[in-house]
């Protein structure tokens, strides 16, 4: 008897369970009965394991697997950044430097001079004189003793003329020397190089009227640079003196030590 | 003549960058540093050398080194040539009787005895333009740049006399100071 309820009470149980899996599916239910409540308590651990399997791989696949080419389009981005800063860069330089060849070539302009444009490529070999050297020379029409402008002013005068470069001694070296007139007062003296940027007027007469702030300009008169240049601002009028003359300085509008690009007065008026 | 033919590189060198990169050096130091008396300065990479030249040959040695230096300056932009010559030529006399005369001890004798003599050099030069072009100059108006150029060529100078004897003792050995003129070798002063 027990041989034949075993089977028919385990074919019952199964039918119950099968029962109670497809009347699972069949209507929406907002309360758990107890036996799913066992399985949703029993499916949580599993699946979060799983899901936490499955979170951890897949991040794995997207943060190191997956994020080679993210890495490698990063490093694209990174170049083409660095590639659009220098071209930044090099567009503001160009623009600079626009700015100055065409104030630069106003200067020309205006002074009806024939001017050629030069580059300044290094300083001289004394630091205790104040010589540069220009990519401009015997092969561009240069000779010694022209004048060399910017479009702030006087520069200086060439010193020495090779095949395809020249020196230019600067104004404010000692050895250099300028006619001038001030401006508003027309006084009329000679401006030579001092410190490394100010000049020191020579032969201007007592009497003469100068006073600080007036404006300085060449007088044309020394054969070497055409005249109405500007120069610089008196600094400083010493009206003792030395002698028979007035002491007092003058500060170039040309910054000397930052003089990139310079024009040599090649012909026309001086 | 591996070593003659070394300095005169190491000269050429020199004198590039003196006038090229170095002066840029300092013009963006002294821009980003506020400190704008640096601007237009430069470290005279050629006087040093030739100081380290008559401290380390032989006075014949010393003598013609200062007369090359002095020609080769003229290849780089002088506007006072003979001042140049006349000073490159006395700090070769003058660097080799000091390094004769006084004990160098390590960098500090070598930052002492430099600053002295480019001070000097600065002084004579200054005043040589009187004589050579005829240019009377206030040595008041150089002045700041005398003791600027003085205190910078003194710094650079220890490292620049270290790199030269290295490159001394690889080209000649340990005994340099015979058989360098490029003239022809003296037995010494």
Known sequence: MKRILKPVGAAFLVLYLLIQLISLNLRQKTILRPSEKIIVWLAKPSQDLVGGCLDWAGGIWENYIALVDTSKLNEELKKERDGLRREITELQEVRIENQRLRQLLDMGAHGSLKLLAAEVIASGASPYERVIRVDRGKDDGVLQGMAVLHARGVVGQILTVLENHSDVLLLTDAASAVDVVVQRSRARGILRGSRPDELHFEYLPKAEDVQAGDEVITSGLDGVYPQGVTIGTVTRVDPAGEGLFLSASVRPYVDFRRVEEVMIVVGGKK | ?189
Do not use: C, N
């Open chain 2, 1 to 189: 003549m591996k070593s003659v033919l070394g300095m005169l590189f190491f000269l050429f060198v020199g004198f590039v960058l003196q006038t090229t990169a170095l002066p840029h050096f300092f013009l963006m130091l002294a821009k980003s540093t506020g400190l704008s008396f640096l601007g237009g300065h430069t470290i005279h990479l050629s006087l040093l050398l030739l100081l380290h030249l008559s401290f380390s040959r032989d006075f014949s040695g010393s003598l013609s080194w200062g007369v090359t230096v002095g020609v080769m300056a003229t290849w780089f932009g002088l506007a006072w040539p003979g001042a140049t010559l006349a000073s490159f030529f006395l700090m070769s006399v003058f660097g080799f009787l000091l390094s004769r005369r006084i004990v160098l001890e390590g960098s500090v004798g070598g930052f002492l005895l430099t600053a002295g003599l480019v001070f000097f050099y600065g002084v004579f030069h200054t005043w040589a333009l009187k004589i050579f072009h005829h240019v009377s100059v206030p040595l008041a108006t150089q002045g700041l740049t005398i003791l600027i150029q003085t205190v910078l060529d003194s710094l650079a100078a220890p490292i620049l006399y270290w790199m030269l004897a290295a490159f001394d003792r690889r080209a000649m050995g340990e005994d340099h100071r015979t058989g360098t003129s490029i003239l022809l070798p003296t037995a010494g002063w």
